[in-house]
């Protein structure tokens, strides 16, 4: 069977994306936020968020003023967190800032059952895309532990 020239594979696709800066990044970032509650604490975690990462530098936003002072305090022990948890994920800084937190209800987090009738397809869609999310990373961290 001929290929046609400009379909690509899957695997160039994901190949392309891990060689690109930005998507690395941003893959850091989402297994960072997977287990961000256990690197934070409960506490905090309703507090902050990790929005970005750049050059080594986590930058996290702060729901107030008062936990970004109170975080400048607990940088080193939250960076031995996230090395303790993924220690491929070289974080030389952190920087805490003002900004949106979306942790309230974490995609990577268990949601609670709703009654059938109030399930809409967008919901299983969701829900079928962050379990391949989930499958996905596994399988990044262990080809990267098998290497």
């Not at 379909?7 to 190949?15: S, Y």
């Not at 891990?18 to 409960?42: A, M, Q």
């Not at 990790?50 to 003023?65: A, D, F, R, T, W």
Request: proline content about 1%; charged content about 30%; some cysteine.
């Amino acid at each position: 069977m001929r290929r046609d020239s400009k379909i690509t594979e899957i695997q160039d696709l994901v190949k392309i994306a891990f060689n690109n800066t930005y998507y690395r990044s941003s893959l850091k970032v989402l297994l960072i936020k997977r287990k961000w509650i256990d690197i934070i604490g409960k506490k905090l975690f309703f507090h902050t968020s990790p929005e970005k990462m750049y050059n080594g530098i986590l930058y996290v936003n702060c729901s107030h003023q008062g936990w970004i002072q109170t975080l400048q305090f607990y940088k080193n022990e939250i960076i031995e967190n996230i090395q303790k948890y993924y220690n491929d994920i070289q974080v030389k800084e952190i920087i805490f800032k003002l900004g949106k937190i979306d942790n309230q209800q974490s995609v990577f987090q268990p949601k609670e059952k709703k009654e059938e009738k109030n399930i809409t397809k967008t919901d299983e869609t969701k829900e079928g895309l962050y379990k391949s999310l989930n499958i996905f990373f596994d399988l990044c961290r262990n080809r990267k532990t098998n290497t």
